[in-house]
């Protein structure tokens, strides 16, 4: 059971550049979502989706942008990448309902902007 | 929006010691996570807890939402426990989303 995958582990971008981060879970979960955490913080929420075909804004979503065309892949995209991005970037999954529903996060992708 | 704070920021302790680590929060929430971030940056769910005690091992975590608190209880600490906890609350509409909220973390150093 591979859980929550995320790739690329490390990416460095120039400022202005774009990319996607990918995310996969196996766990069919409904709920899935995105966090960065930068030094001396905790996490904070980007972008979130209930389901296929339904994304959300979280604290930060200003400069990325999510879809969700399935239960299992969750992509975030920056569009233009500036040096405020770099941070360590978190994708999350749960069941969707009420009742005992923990989070689970993937292992991270470390991005850098110069 | 919701404010999350986890006491003390950093804490160091020698093996086998236990201690307790706090996080206060300043709204009602639907429900509360206690998560651990290992060395390696890796983050694992060690409790879902709205209210009541939960046990799991050496760690027990009790939270009490009527006075917005959650305690992490960590008994006879390993150098393993070493890293980073964090309390993270859920708002927005109960079943609908998952809205975690974070704190800063306590960093927990164990000393062999």
């Known amino acids: 059971n591979a859980g929550v995958t995320q790739t690329p582990k490390f990416q460095v971008l120039k400022t202005g550049q774009s990319m996607t981060l990918q995310c996969a879970q196996d766990m069919n979960h409904e709920y899935m979502s995105w966090y960065r955490q930068d030094p001396g913080m905790g996490l904070r929420l980007i972008h979130y989706s209930v389901g296929a075909g339904i994304t959300d804004q979280g604290e930060v979503p200003n400069g990325y942008n999510v879809s969700r065309s399935t239960t299992e892949d969750f992509p975030l995209r920056l569009l233009s990448a500036a040096p405020s991005q770099t941070s360590v970037y978190f994708c999350?999954?749960?069941?969707?309902?009420?009742?005992?529903?923990?989070?689970?996060f993937g292992n991270g992708t470390r991005l850098t902007v110069t | 929006g919701i404010q999350v704070e986890q006491s003390p920021p950093d804490l160091i302790l020698q093996e086998g010691a236990n201690s307790t680590l706090r996080c206060n929060f300043s709204d009602s929430v639907n429900n509360l996570q206690w998560f651990h971030q290992n060395p390696w940056g890796q983050l694992i769910n060690l409790f879902y807890?709205?209210?009541g005690t939960k046990q799991n091992g050496r760690l027990s975590a009790t939270t009490v939402a009527t006075e917005r608190y959650s305690l992490l209880y960590i008994s006879s600490s390993q150098t393993t426990d070493s890293g980073v906890y964090f309390c993270?609350?859920?708002?927005?509409?109960?079943?609908?989303?998952?809205?975690?909220?974070f704190g800063s973390g306590t960093q927990l150093t164990v000393l062999p």
């Open positions: 807890i709205p209210s």
């Open positions: 999350a999954s749960s069941y969707a309902g009420t009742g005992d529903s923990p989070l689970h």
């Open positions: 993270a609350v859920e708002t927005g509409s109960s079943g609908s989303a998952r809205q975690l909220t």
